[in-house]
């Protein structure tokens, strides 16, 4: 089966994870994270990242991509990460 390069589940020190530290990243680095079109982490180089893509969906340009090619991406974890953008900026805020 055809499959993608991305991370299939959240990473341990995923930012988009809900159990991650509070006031890690800051409120305007995770505002412009959740911004990017996708996200390709430095701990998993050249994968896509599966915290972004569970939490931005189909705004996601790789999550449509997949859509598009009628690729499973196997994504699990959902429950682990912020249900809104919001919450997570927030859990973010210095
Ligand atoms: S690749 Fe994504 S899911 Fe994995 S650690 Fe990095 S940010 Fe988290």
């Not at 990473?11 to 006031?23: E, I, N």
């Not at 340009?61 to 974890?77: K, P, S, W």
């Not at 682990?80 to 953008?85: A, G």
Request: aromatic share 6%.
């Amino acid at each position: 089966m055809t499959s993608l390069p991305n991370v299939k589940k959240p990473c341990a020190q995923c930012p988009f994870r809900k159990d991650t530290l509070k006031g890690w990243l800051g409120s305007e680095r995770m505002t412009e994270i959740l911004e990017q079109q996708s996200f390709v982490c430095h701990k998993k180089q050249h994968l896509q990242c599966a915290g972004h893509m569970l939490i931005n969906g189909d705004k996601n340009d790789f999550v449509r991509l997949a859509g598009r090619l009628n690729i499973e991406l196997e994504l699990t974890g959902k429950e682990l990460v912020f249900d809104t953008q919001k919450e997570c900026i927030e859990h973010h805020e210095f």
